[in-house]
């Protein structure tokens, strides 16, 4: 990485530095008035940077947005001594000042949303931007689906030492109540994280929530999304059986499911774990805020048979050092699934997970396959890949 052009900056005085979308980097000095700045830019491949502003803010203006979930702040930096001009970041708010998202404009031109903060930091020869162990925002969120395999995937992604892991589903942009206790409590639920490593979390309702994507997109537009699908019909039956379960432990009554899914020998649009198996229909929703490239879909079924594979092609998304492989995990015969493996333990999941299903009449098998084949033929189109489900 080439020196910065003669000034009184040096790399060793970077405070912050991030990769954005574009494979540039930003480094701040500073973002107080009247100290140093830098602003540098390095094209995607490391090594050919070229530092294009330096030093001199002379004005912040500081501005919050209404829901206080963003600030802004319009920087000016004196043109000369390398530097061109005005610019402007936007900064999901943080506690201890620090900065989770960043997007950068310079004299009108795009330069890039962050996307993630990497371990490019240290081949970068920069410092950590903060020692030891601190909780941090996630940098990819398992969107869905409900009974897709999300919690086969967490924990899947978690053998990887570069990935912390939220425990639990924290619904904090699909429930209004939590969404208002802000941004800090979000990141309160996250789990503690070395600054070299990505945090993820998963809340298989997000996909549904038809307010989750925007409220996503407004904290992080770089956010990666991994979504896991399964045949909706196997998804449908699954979800039924879930809540069969769930509501036989509360002694409340239970209905068949051919009883719930059909309605007068068609498909029961008003049985809510039908309308969550219309992929496309929710899909559209992430599609008009983030681009395709922010959404990596995982084949569910393949997540059971050939989860190395899988698990691979997720690191690769998130821009992770391949690490999890076929010695991470042993198949249990008992339990029918992969369980995980790493050093110390060896885990299965708990057994909510792999239940057995209900057997379903072929009729209304056959009604539910017919209805849902324009979804999934819709869904394909969308994310360019095709299921075996068809
Ligand atoms: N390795 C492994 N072990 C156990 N279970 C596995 C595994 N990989 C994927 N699955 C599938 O995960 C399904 C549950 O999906 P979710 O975790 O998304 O369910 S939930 O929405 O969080 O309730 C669950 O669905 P059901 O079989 O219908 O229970 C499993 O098929």
Redesign the pocket.
Known sequence: FPAPPASNFAKEDVKESWILGNGSLVSWISKDPGESAAWSERRQEMGIGEWIALKGIDTVEHLENSDGLWEENKINIPKGSGSTGKMTNWASLQPEGDITSVQGREDGMELGTVTRKTVEDAAMGLEPRTEGLRRNLPAAIII?????????????LNLHPGVAVADN?VHFFDDDHNFARGLNWYREQMPMSHPKQITVE?T?AYFTSSIAPERIYRMDPGMRLLL?V?DPT??L???Y??VFHNRVAQGKATAPFEDVAIRESRVNLEYRAVHRSLYDEHLKRWLTFFPRSHLHVVD?EQ??HN?PAEVAAAEQFLGLPSHVGPDS?YFNTS?G????RNTTHER??SE????P?PPVRWDVLQLLRDFFREHNHRFFRMVGQTFDWA
């Open positions: 869905g689906v409900r009974k897709g395999g999300t919690r086969a995937l967490l924990e899947m589903e998963k298989p896991i399964r196997e998804r039956i699954s979800d059986t879930q569910g997540l059971v989860p995990f339990r699934f992969f369980c995980l299965c999941l909510s997970k792999g239940r299903h």
